[in-house]
């Protein structure tokens, strides 16, 4: 078996960096996915596939994978920098504006 660990990316739909703390060990699909003639549902035979798990640390998540014998290839995050406003949503409404602000 074959997986990969990795910490999530932020969503690009928010600025939150929620479900970005935890490590997650993700199994590789064995077998191609195939189209149900019948439904047209996309399906596979490989269930692992669907196995998500998540663990505090990278070393918890390789730990894991030595013991249970997964092959497993660590994909460290890329570093990025906060972007924090130092006002904040506040700045939209200050008083002190030095330019002229309309809606």
Same mark, same amino acid.
């Given at each position: 078996?074959?997986?990969?660990?990795?910490?999530?990316?932020?969503?690009?739909?928010?600025?939150? /960096?929620?479900? @970005? *703390?935890?490590?997650? &060990?993700?199994?590789?699909? $064995?077998?191609?996915?195939?189209?149900d003639p019948l439904m047209g549902w996309t399906s596979s035979s490989d269930t692992q596939a669907q196995v998500r798990l /998540?663990?505090? @640390? *990278?070393?918890?998540? &390789?730990?894991?994978?030595? $013991?249970?014998?997964?092959?497993?290839?660590?994909?460290?995050?890329?570093?990025?920098?906060?972007?924090?406003?130092?006002?904040?949503?506040?700045?939209?409404?200050?008083?002190?504006?030095?330019?002229?602000?309309?809606?």
């Amino acid at each position: 078996m074959r997986a990969r660990i990795f910490r999530p990316a932020k969503t690009a739909m928010s600025s939150g /960096t929620a479900k @970005t *703390k935890s490590w997650v &060990l993700e199994h590789v699909a $064995e077998s191609a996915r195939e189209v149900d003639p019948l439904m047209g549902w996309t399906s596979s035979s490989d269930t692992q596939a669907q196995v998500r798990l /998540t663990f505090d @640390t *990278k070393e918890a998540a &390789l730990a894991y994978a030595q $013991e249970h014998g997964i092959d497993a290839v660590v994909q460290d995050p890329k570093p990025r920098k906060m972007n924090i406003r130092p006002s904040g949503y506040a700045e939209n409404f200050a008083t002190n504006r030095r330019g002229a602000w309309t809606h």
